[in-house]
C-alpha cells in the first residue's frame, strides 16, 4: 500500500496557476496510475485529471480541459497538478490517489487516497 499527502492549496484568485503536489510513500510509486480528483461542498467528487504509471499517458475531464497540466516525477515518488486561469468553479478540496492498473475516471477505481487539500478561489 501507498500513503499519499497532498500540499499546495488555500487561498488565491481567479485568474491565476494552481500548483499542487501529492507526496507518495511507503510503496512503489512507479506500480501505480495516478488520478487527482475534487470535491466542492454538498457535491460528488469527480475526476479532473489522470496519469499513467510511466507519464506517458493522460486522462483529462472535459469540464478542466485546457487548463490542467498533469505531471509526475517517480524519482522523487510525487504527482502534480497544474490548473492555469483559476475559476471561482474551481473551489473544492483537491484528492490525490492512486490505481493499481489503469488511468480510471470512477473513484472505485482508484485504490489509495490523500486526505485531501483545500483549495478556494476568489473573484
Known sequence: QVQLVESGGGL??????LRLSCAASGGPFSAYAMGWFRQAPGKEREFVVGISRSGGSTSVSDSVK??????????KNTVYLQVNSLKPEDTAVYYCAAAL????????????????TQVTVSS
Open 101 to 116: 492498473v489503469y488511468i480510471g475516471r470512477r473513484i472505485d477505481e482508484y485504490d489509495f487516497w490523500g486526505h485531501g
Open 66 to 75: 485546457g487548463r490542467v497540466t498533469i505531471s509526475r516525477d517517480n524519482a
Open 12 to 17: 488565491v484568485q481567479a485568474g491565476d496557476t
